[in-house]
């Protein structure tokens, strides 16, 4: 079901690297020529991200890695997101949901071409305990040939709506190739819609590995983002996608909460 096969498809050769966020994307915005103002200035980074520029992998058993996950998108929102995280040299991992691509396509491109994951957030948003093994795979199938249609790639990757799994859900994901996941930092910011609550969860909560579950649905998270790459630079952490926290052991069928500790 998969086209590309185990090694690294080129789509993900920006996307297998985060560098050090701050540190760096002052120095590689000069290399390219593409920074004309101070990382706090908003809304004006059209430079485009070189595309094709190799940057090194981060090894995640070397260095302190963590990702985003943003939910639920992509919405009118996503774009905002995608600036911030172009301005500081991240990336993130998109679970989109599928019936929501056909309008935004263009964003996903965008999103592809800085090197984030896109990945899958089923096509309609049931909780996928409440349905058929045939039903879970329509899903998948369904949202990953829309992404496909789009970016040339295949979502490998799934997180449940609701976080709502059972054995019999991962036995269908696994037929349908893709693997199931989770997170261990919950920023909630669905329900506060406060940029403070989202920092403070990430501040508390977020150690190696952590997988940070976000929705780009909603403006909150966005208002944090910055502070939030900013404060996890400090801390030493590289922002990786799913794919590279979990280094490249991801198993169809498998459930997956962090990375290396
Ligand atoms: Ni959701």
């Not at 996503?78 to 172009?86: A, D, F, N, P, V």
């Not at 691509?101 to 984030?116: C, F, I, K, P, Y």
């Not at 190739?177 to 609550?197: H, L």
Request: aromatic fraction near 6%.
């Amino acid at each position: 079901m998969v086209p590309t096969g185990g090694g690294a498809p080129s789509g993900w050769w920006l996307g297998a690297a985060m560098p050090r966020a701050l540190t760096l994307c002052v120095a590689m915005g000069l290399a390219l020529g593409v920074i004309g103002s101070p990382p706090a200035a908003a809304g004006d980074d059209d430079g485009a991200v070189a595309a094709g520029v190799h940057r090194a992998a981060a090894d995640c058993a070397e260095v302190k890695c963590v990702a985003l996950t943003f939910d639920d998108g992509p919405s009118r929102y996503t774009e905002r997101y995608l600036k911030i995280l172009k301005r500081h040299g991240a990336v993130a991992t998109f679970f989109v949901i599928g019936s929501q691509v056909s309008g935004r396509a263009s964003t996903l491109v965008t999103m592809a071409a800085q090197g984030n994951e896109i990945a899958s957030h089923t096509w309609s948003h049931p909780a996928l305990t409440s349905l058929s093994g045939g039903q879970i795979r329509q899903q998948v199938e369904r949202t990953a040939r829309q992404v496909a249609k789009i970016t040339g790639k295949r979502p490998s990757l799934l997180r449940p709506p609701y976080g709502s799994v059972n054995g019999r859900v991962l036995a269908a994901l696994g037929e349908a190739d893709v693997a199931a996941i989770m997170w261990d930092v919950d920023t909630r910011d669905w329900q506060s819609r406060s940029p403070s609550a989202v920092f403070g969860h990430i501040k508390r909560e977020t150690h190696r590995g952590s997988i940070i579950l976000m929705h780009d649905l909603h403006r909150a998270s966005a208002d944090a983002l910055e502070r939030i790459i900013h404060y996890l630079d400090k801390r030493g952490y590289t922002l990786v996608t799913v794919t590279d926290l979990l280094g490249g052991t991801v198993k169809p069928g498998k459930a997956y909460y962090s990375g290396r500790r």
